[in-house]
């Protein structure tokens, strides 16, 4: 494990745990949390060792609170707009080319649901509550909930928590398909993990083009979904992992990825 900072890295055989440590603020965004955690990210998706990324937060309480909104007085429009301009966690997050699990182990709102959102999937610890209270502030969503939101549950349930504000618990986030997987807090680190090193022996190539394929299928028409597809499962027959799990799969064993 690294030195203690405001984000920790923590890897594990081939699964990387980021934990978003400021407990005391309930590890709330400053722009140089985000920062460290776009640093880490960068090293973890040029680290040929990691397959899959959780993401966390420190202490039993929260996932992560929001934004820090101490950095949000007497910030002006340009400010927030240069702020904004850059490269975001969210974007970051979403572009990333291996698996990336959320574990909710408390809180995840504002910006903390927004990144909860942009992850792959999402396990939350039965305590996890989860919402998008910026209305509250006279500010609406800035790292995609307005956008990612209604994908994952639906136009009117959406606006629902949108217009309200109001936080759900993790029974109700699952109901309504924001998370994935609810299970007791004391088991969310083994489960998500365990889940995680099961993800990571599969071919990474696979993996990888699964991930794009999926997200062509929100994102284009399905003609152009299904071309994408196709191109990308031709794509998979060049890799040495199709070569090497079709071998393994005849030879009735166990294949040995190596992510080329």
Do not use: W
Not at 173 to 200: C, F, N, S
């Amino acid at each position: 494990m690294i030195a203690p900072t405001n984000v920790l890295c923590e890897i594990q055989g081939r699964v990387a745990l980021l934990t978003i440590n400021r407990p005391e603020k309930r590890n709330a965004l400053d722009a140089a949390t985000r920062a460290r955690f776009l640093d880490l990210l960068d090293g973890l998706r040029t680290n040929p060792e990691v397959r899959v990324v959780v993401i966390t937060g420190a202490g039993d309480k929260a996932f992560i609170a929001g934004a820090d909104i101490s950095e949000f007085e007497g910030r002006t429009p340009m400010d927030q707009f240069r702020v904004m301009a850059g490269r975001t966690i969210f974007e970051a997050v979403d572009a990333f080319p291996k698996p990336v699990i959320a574990a909710l182990n408390g809180f995840a709102l504002g910006g903390g649901c927004e990144l909860a959102m942009a992850c792959d999937f999402r396990i939350a610890a039965d305590n996890a509550r989860l919402g998008q209270p910026e209305v509250n502030l006279g500010i609406l969503p800035g790292g995609g909930g307005t956008q990612r939101l209604p994908r994952l549950v639906g136009t009117g349930t959406a606006l629902k928590l949108l217009f309200t504000g109001e936080l759900i618990d993790a029974a109700e986030a699952l109901r309504i398909g924001l998370v994935d997987e609810v299970v007791p807090a004391a088991q969310l680190r083994e489960r998500v993990m365990t889940l995680a090193g099961i993800i990571a022996e599969k071919s990474p190539v696979a993996l990888q083009l699964i991930k794009e394929a999926v997200r062509a299928s929100v994102r284009l028409p399905l003609d152009e979904g299904l071309r994408q597809e196709t191109a990308l499962f031709g794509l998979a027959f060049s890799s040495e992992d199709k070569q090497e799990g079709v071998k393994a799969f005849l030879e009735k064993r166990k294949p040995e990825f190596r992510g080329a």
